[in-house]
C-alpha cells in the first residue's frame, strides 16, 4: 500500500535538511573513528614503542571515559539540550585527534584516548537522541535504519582511507585528516537545529532510566552474539578453515546488513517492534548455530548471512519500542541507558565467547553466542505476549 501524500510533507516527513545534515554529521565522525580504529594500533606499538599490553590499554582507555559518561551526557541532553552536546563532542574529538600530531609518548596517548570517550559519549548519545526527536511519528525504525548507515560506512571505509593517508604523508597526515572529519562533523551539527523539550524532568531523577531496561537487555543479548561472531570470525575462517582471510564472509554481513536496512526501511514501524526485535534475535542465534555446527567455508558465509538479517533489524524494531515507551523530555536519559548496554555488549560478547574458544573451541563459542541471543528472543517474545495480553494494549499501541 502506497503511503499518504502527507508522509513526505509536514510532520511526517522523514528526509528533512536537519535529518540530511545529521546522517552527513554522523557519516563524517564515524568514517574519523574507523581511521583511529585501524591507525592507533599502528601508531602505538610502532613510533611509541608500546608492547601488546600497552596496545591493548591504549585501545581500552577508549571506553572507560565512554562508559562512565553515558548516563550522565543522557541526562545532560535532556536538561541542557541536544544540540551543545553533540557539536561540543564533535569538537572536542576534532581537538584530541589533531593533538595526536604532537604525541611522542605512549602515556599522552592514553590520556588523548580518554578524552577521546569523552567526546564519544557527547556525541553518540546526543546523537542519538536528535534522531529520536527527528523521527516522525511512526517512522522511528525507518530512521535508524537510514540514519544508522552512516556509521556503517564510516567504520567500513574509515580504516582503508587511514591506510591511504598513512601510505601518503605518514601519521601526521593520518591525524590530519580524521581531525578535519571531526571538525566537519561540528560544521555540519550547526546547521541542525535544537530539538530537545527542555521540559523540567521531576520524575526522572536517576541517571538509569528504568522505563527501557527490559528492551535494553534484550538489544544486549543480539549485539554481545554478533560482537563475539565478528571478534572471532576472522582468526577461525584463517586457522580453522583454511580461508585466505575472512573479507568474504564480512562482506557478505554488511552487504547483507545494509541491503535489508534500505529494502525494508519501514518494516519496524509496520509491525509490532517486539515480536520483531524476538524474530530478529531468534535469527541470530539461528546464524551463529549454522556457523557452530557446520564447520566449513560454506557453513561460515552461510551463518553470517543468516546472522545478518537478525543484525539488520534488532537495533531498528528495539529502538521503535524505545521511543514510543518514554516522553521526549526523557530520550536522552533512555538511549544514555540503551549506550551502557552497547558498551557492554561489545565488550563482553568478545569477551564471553573468548573465553569459551579458549576452554573448548571457536564453533563451541558460536554455539554459546547463539545460546545468549536465543535467551534473548526468549525473553522478548514473552514480554511481546505479555503486552498483547495485558487490559488496554493492543498491537496497534506495540509502535
Do not use: K
Not at 34 to 48: D, E, S
Not at 312 to 325: E, G, H, M, W
Amino acid at each position: 500500500m502506497s503511503l499518504p501524500s502527507s508522509s513526505a510533507t509536514g510532520e511526517d516527513r522523514l528526509f528533512t535538511p536537519a535529518f540530511i545534515a545529521l546522517g552527513a554529521a554522523d557519516l563524517a565522525y564515524f568514517t574519523a573513528a574507523g581511521i583511529l580504529i585501524q591507525i592507533t594500533p599502528l601508531f602505538a606499538r610502532g613510533p611509541l614503542g608500546a608492547d601488546a599490553v600497552g596496545v591493548g590499554v591504549t585501545i581500552g582507555a577508549f571506553s572507560v571515559t565512554a562508559l562512565i559518561l553515558r548516563l550522565w551526557t543522557g541526562r545532560l541532553a535532556d536538561r541542557r539540550g541536544r544540540r551543545p552536546l553533540f557539536i561540543a563532542g564533535a569538537l572536542l574529538a576534532a581537538l584530541a585527534i589533531a593533538a595526536h600530531t604532537l604525541t611522542a609518548d605512549l602515556a599522552v596517548l592514553i590520556g588523548l584516548r580518554l578524552v577521546l570517550g569523552v567526546a564519544e559519549a557527547l556525541f553518540f548519545v546526543a546523537g542519538f537522541a536528535i534522531l529520536a526527536d527527528l523521527a516522525p511519528p511512526n517512522r522511528a525504525g525507518e530512521a535508524l535504519s537510514f540514519n544508522s548507515l552512516a556509521l556503517y560506512l564510516g567504520l567500513a571505509f574509515g580504516p582503508s582511507t587511514g591506510e591511504l593517508l598513512l601510505a601518503i604523508g605518514g601519521f601526521t597526515l593520518v591525524w590530519s585528516g580524521a581531525a578535519a572529519l571531526a571538525a566537519a562533523a561540528a560544521v555540519l551539527a550547526l546547521t541542525i537545529p535544537e530539538t530537545g523539550t527542555h521540559e523540567p524532568m521531576e520524575s526522572h531523577r536517576t541517571l538509569i532510566h528504568r522505563g527501557v531496561l527490559g528492551p535494553s537487555l534484550g538489544l544486549f543479548t543480539g549485539v554481545a552474539a554478533m560482537a563475539g561472531f565478528l571478534a572471532f570470525v576472522a582468526i577461525y575462517g584463517r586457522d580453522d578453515l583454511d580461508m585466505g582471510g575472512s573479507g568474504p564472509v564480512l562482506l557478505v554481513f554488511g552487504l547483507v546488513v545494509v541491503g535489508c536496512r534500505i529494502v525494508f526501511a519501514r518494516l519496524p514501524d509496520r509491525v509490532p517492534p517486539y515480536p520483531l526485535a524476538a524474530l530478529a534475535l531468534a535469527l541470530i542465534a539461528a546464524g551463529m548455530v549454522v556457523a557452530g555446527t557446520l564447520t566449513t567455508v560454506a557453513g561460515l558465509v552461510a551463518g553470517a548471512a543468516i546472522m545478518a538479517v537478525g543484525v539488520a533489524f534488532v537495533t531498528p524494531a528495539f529502538f521503535t519500542a524505545i521511543v514510543a515507551r518514554v516522553q521526549p523530555s526523557e530520550r536522552g536519559a533512555a538511549l544514555g541507558t540503551v549506550s551502557i548496554f552497547l558498551d557492554l555488549a561489545f565488550g563482553g560478547g568478545p569477551v564471553l565467547l573468548g573465553f569459551v574458544a579458549d576452554a573448548a573451541n571457536i564453533p563451541a563459542a558460536f554455539l554459546v553466542g547463539a545460546l545468549v541471543a536465543a535467551c534473548g528472543a526468549i525473553g522478548t517474545a514473552v514480554a511481546a505476549l505479555m503486552r498483547t495480553s495485558a487490559p488496554g494494549v493492543g498491537a496497534a499501541n506495540e509502535g
